[in-house]
């Protein structure tokens, strides 16, 4: 079994920064995919941002530029700093780990609250 511990979200005004971690434990393909993912109110869960264990990353088009997915793959963690924050981010971000064993694995994080206001 794989557990995900979230840590870092909070109240935050538009133009800061927050930093994001997730780690996981357990018993965890090395060949794996972690990333971050958002649902605001009302709203479908998106994808953010996600990074290999490679290092290749990908991430959605609203969040170019501004948030930065890293991870340490000795700690099984993956970091997603977020820059210049605007409401429209406000949502609660989980964490995702998925790795490919004859079948996919999908594990996920209790989720985050971030809250981008003045």
């Known amino acids: 079994q794989v557990h995900l511990v979230e840590s870092g979200g909070g109240l935050v005004q538009p133009g800061g920064s927050l930093r994001l971690s997730c780690a996981a434990s357990g018993s965890i393909n090395s060949i794996n995919v972690m990333g971050w993912y958002r649902q605001a109110p009302g709203k479908e869960r998106e994808l953010v941002a996600i990074?290999?264990?490679?290092?290749?990353?990908t991430y959605a088009d609203s969040v170019k530029g501004r948030f930065t997915i890293s991870r340490d793959n000795a700690k099984n963690t993956v970091y997603l700093q977020m820059n210049s924050l605007k409401p429209e981010d406000t949502a609660v971000y989980y964490c995702k780990l998925r790795y490919l064993v004859g079948v996919y694995y999908d594990y996920w994080g209790q989720g985050t609250q971030v809250t981008v206001s003045s």
């Open positions: 990074i290999m264990s490679g290092g290749t990353t």
